[in-house]
């Protein structure tokens, strides 16, 4: 066992290299001159020359990426060109919301989308489960943005009862914390809790079906134990398996939430970064997004042993 | 006996209120990029330092220059300005604002990384004549400098010397000075919280020098940036917020409607206009492999006249915008209304002209355009291609991020190109200096004559103002009648905010705080 997940972290260093590699090139060879927006209005070109040779733009790419490369690996992502400030402190003092307002949809997500697909499943032919399925597609269907504006419009301008945009950090206060992030993770959650629903339902119908649980029938159990005991934990593998791949979805949708409610994480971050080009954040956020996911599908294979003793690594 | 005692301390607790806070709450769409008052001249950034630290000659919100921290200034002799500073006044840790800190801040801004060196370019020497009197020394006659000075901020010298920020935020050593995130000016407000494109906060200088003739009422002022459009008019609606600096042209009429809330516009110091490489052989970007359609001046008028820019302000800036005949704007020294004259919309003549020309069936062009940068910007330039299509010329339209679309301009990437010009020191020349001289680093127009050169120079050391007004008037002759550049229109920017508040609009689209008050 600890041989597989040391093997597993082994396994990522290629695919986090290929990544670097192809974040760089990307960046490095799309049109778009930081120096020029650094440089302002009413900069000359030899303004801009200057600002480019003391960025170190002006040396050969590979000798960018090896130097950048090199740094990375001493943990040493860069400085922002725009604020100056170091990416990795930038990145720390940016994580606290997105981590929040990630957390939170998830827990959202679990907590609506499993019993929904539950009871879905159980109810599988009703009006009930008919109209769970139309509330998945739904939720599939409406873009985030398009889900937050429609909130937005109703809960803060209209009845005034959260706030528009903001984040307060948890230290000022646990209800304005929940307050500013609970139209923001509804939003965010809206495709997952369809996603994990959908799943659920899935994965609980083929179960249902099988030998063992018209055994457990047989046996007498009651419908609510055969369901919670017997057949979700079963079911668990594939629904595990979403919540990881949801986290890809999560990465993405977070950049979007946080521009549209205006609060400061990395999310925001890299979306600004991208805008004015600023090479160091961009690729130190890439790469670090990167990370994140391949850690949490290992953590995700990790759990299949707990949840399904036939699987061994 | 208890109860008269209970009647008065009630009666007093209605009658003497406890003073809340006033805190402004606002936001735009760009954070402030330092506050390093001498390493970026950039618009949002010079706003939020301006705030904390100030110049010596200032801007009254009708643009005219005041005593800043200087109260008095005169040539003593033609190269020679002198300055004589205002007594008493200290900065926020406390220290005595003197000549010493003057020198020290003008040395500071003329230093490699320095972004306001530009602006003083001509000074040769600064001199600390005692405590409270400096002496500029410039290399020639220089007749407008104190209008130069009115971005530059004075810092204090000791301050800098013990946090090791003598040189401007300097990007070769990548390292975050104490400036970027500190500040300690004179300023009518102090720098309490920065977090870079999270949060600014001031509160208010007590002890500032000019709370006599500007008594706000403004305690807090809390920066938020929201680049999100919709977000940030919403935020202002539901108020959230105060005053938004840049709200969407399309949510104006919303914003005027809602109970609560109220709209301000004014003419904007910048003109947004069209330049064409009038210079090339031949045109990179057009079908006409052979000859460049816009060295013609005939084809440059027919464009120039094939632009409807009423019916641009009315559908595409929904009236918040005023048609333009020269590429600078009423307010700066210079312009006058004869100049600004436009040549009638015709596109049947326009077609006519073209043929004269040699262009009976129109040619191809690429127009380039940012996308994010000026008021509807990408929208306008739309609007251009469809004029321009009706009178035969096709024209393929290129809108880009800014960070690409200027690059474009600078480095003469382009045949047909939008640019807006702002001239924060409010005089004719910057105007000629950038984009119509023929080494202008703006001028990607190809367009040159002597004549103008000669002027350019010439007004640069003129002190005698009619003749230097008469320099000027030449030289805006010879710029109008060669139409390298079409003019569009001058913006109209428009400040959106609580009927609560009270903040006079200023021309150079940067609000000054201590002019604001908040209604009780």
């Given at each position: 066992m600890l041989l597989y997940v040391l093997r597993r972290i082994l396994a990522t260093i290629p695919v986090m290299g290929v990544v670097a590699l192809f974040v760089f090139l990307l960046l490095h060879l799309s049109p778009g001159d930081p120096a020029a927006v650094i440089a302002g209005d009413y900069a000359t070109p030899a303004d801009i020359a200057r600002i480019r040779a003391q960025l170190g733009l002006d040396r050969p790419l590979y000798i960018q990426f090896f130097s950048w490369l090199g740094r990375v690996l001493t943990g040493d992502l860069g400085t922002s060109i725009f604020s100056d400030l170091p990416v990795s402190y930038l990145i720390g003092q940016r994580l606290e919301p997105t981590i929040a307002l990630s957390v939170l949809t998830m827990l959202i997500t679990v907590v609506v989308a499993v019993p929904l697909g539950v009871v879905a499943a159980w109810k599988a032919g009703t009006w009930l489960d008919r109209s769970i399925m139309i509330l998945a597609v739904c939720g599939f269907s409406i873009p985030v943005f398009v889900l937050a504006y429609g909130m937005v419009f109703v809960f803060s301008m209209e009845l005034q009862w959260l706030p528009v945009q903001g984040y307060k950090p948890i230290n000022e206060g646990l209800i304005p914390f929940l307050r500013s992030l609970t139209l923001p993770s509804i939003a965010l959650s809206a495709f997952l809790i369809a996603l994990v629903t959908r799943i659920t339902r899935a994965s609980l119908l083929e179960i249902l079906d099988e030998d063992y649980i018209r055994t457990a029938r047989a046996k007498g159990i009651t419908e609510r134990k055969v369901l919670m005991l017997h057949a979700l934990r079963n079911a668990a593998v594939p629904i595990v398996t979403i919540l990881g791949i949801g986290v890809a979805f999560l990465l993405g949708g977070v950049v979007v939430t946080e521009s549209v409610f205006n609060i400061p994480g990395v999310g925001r971050l890299v979306v600004d970064a991208i805008l004015k080009r600023d090479?160091?954040?961009?690729?130190?956020?890439?790469?670090?997004?990167?990370?994140?996911?391949?850690?949490?599908?290992?953590?995700?294979?990790?759990?299949?042993?707990?949840?399904?003793?036939?699987?061994?690594? | 006996m208890k109860t008269p005692l209970l009647c008065v301390s009630l009666a007093l607790t209605v009658v003497v209120p406890v003073h809340a806070e006033n805190v402004l709450r606002w936001a735009s769409q760009g954070d402030a990029l330092t506050f390093d008052p001498h390493a970026q001249n950039e618009g949002p950034t010079n706003t939020a330092n301006l705030q904390v630290y100030e110049p010596l000659v200032k801007r009254n919100e009708s643009l005219t220059k005041i005593p800043g921290l200087a109260t008095a200034w005169e040539t003593v002799e033609p190269t020679v300005w002198e300055f004589k500073l205002r007594e008493g006044v200290k900065f926020h840790d406390g220290a005595d604002f003197t000549a010493e800190d003057v020198v020290f801040s003008f040395q500071r801004a003329q230093s490699e990384t320095s972004d306001f060196r530009d602006y003083i370019t001509s000074v040769t020497e600064i001199k600390a004549v005692d405590d409270y009197t400096v002496q500029l020394v410039t290399d020639g006659p220089n007749p407008i400098l104190p209008d130069q000075l009115t971005q530059i901020g004075m810092m204090d010298s000791g301050w800098a010397e013990e946090h090791s920020v003598t040189e401007p935020q300097d990007f070769a050593n990548q390292e975050e000075t104490y400036a970027v995130r500190n500040a300690n000016g004179t300023g009518p407000f102090i720098l309490e919280l920065r977090e870079p494109d999270v949060r600014t906060v001031m509160v208010k200088n007590p002890d500032w020098w000019g709370l006599d003739e500007n008594p706000h009422n403004i305690d807090r002022i809390v920066y938020t940036p929201v680049s999100n459009e919709a977000t940030r008019v919403a935020a202002l609606l539901s108020g959230e917020l105060d005053y938004v600096l840049d709200p969407p042209l399309q949510?104006?009429?919303?914003?005027?409607?809602?109970?609560?809330?109220?709209?301000?516009?004014?003419?904007?110091?910048?003109?947004?206009?069209?330049?064409?490489?009038?210079?090339?052989?031949?045109?990179?970007?057009?079908?006409?492999?052979?000859?460049?359609?816009?060295?013609?001046?005939?084809?440059?008028?027919?464009?120039?006249?094939?632009?409807?820019?009423?019916?641009?302000?009315?559908?595409?800036?929904?009236?918040?915008?005023?048609?333009?005949?020269?590429?600078?704007?009423?307010?700066?020294?210079?312009?006058?209304?004869?100049?600004?004259?436009?040549?009638?919309h015709d596109p049947e003549g326009a077609k006519?002209?073209?043929?004269?020309?040699?262009?009976?069936?129109?040619?191809?062009?690429?127009?380039?355009?940012?996308?994010?940068?000026?008021?509807?910007d990408e929208a306008i330039c739309q609007a251009v291609v469809g004029m321009l299509g009706r009178i035969g010329i096709q024209v393929n339209l290129d809108a880009q991020t800014k960070s690409l679309h200027f690059p474009k301009i600078q480095n003469r990437e382009t045949d047909f190109y939008m640019l807006g010009w702002g001239v924060p020191p409010l005089d004719s020349h910057y105007v000629f200096n950038f984009l119509y001289r023929s080494d202008g680093s703006w001028n990607a127009t190809g367009f040159g004559d002597e004549r103008l050169d000669e002027l350019v120079q010439a007004m640069e050391q003129e002190v005698d103002l009619e003749q230097r007004d008469a320099m000027i008037a030449e030289a805006w002759d010879i710029a109008k009648e060669s139409n390298a550049y079409l003019p569009l229109h001058h913006q109209v920017i428009s400040w959106a905010m609580s009927d609560k508040l009270t903040l006079p609009i200023r021309a150079d689209d940067s609000p000054r705080f201590y002019m604001a008050r908040i209604a009780e």
């Open positions: 090479y160091p954040i961009i690729q130190g956020l890439i790469l670090a997004f990167s990370g994140v996911y391949i850690l949490i599908n290992l953590l995700i294979d990790l759990t299949y042993t707990f949840l399904d003793p036939r699987i061994r690594l | 949510d104006l009429e919303r914003i005027k409607n809602t109970p609560g809330l109220k709209v301000q516009s004014v003419n904007q110091i910048r003109t947004i206009f069209l330049g064409l490489n009038v210079g090339a052989e031949a045109l990179e970007s057009s079908d006409m492999t052979e000859a460049n359609p816009f060295s013609d001046p005939r084809v440059r008028q027919a464009m120039y006249q094939a632009i409807d820019i009423d019916a641009i302000q009315q559908k595409v800036m929904r009236g918040n915008s005023i048609p333009a005949g020269i590429i600078t704007s009423p307010g700066v020294h210079g312009y006058t209304e004869a100049l600004d004259a436009r040549l009638a006519s002209l073209l043929e004269e020309a040699g262009y009976p069936d129109g040619f191809q062009a690429t127009l380039d355009c940012p996308n994010d940068r000026y008021n509807n």
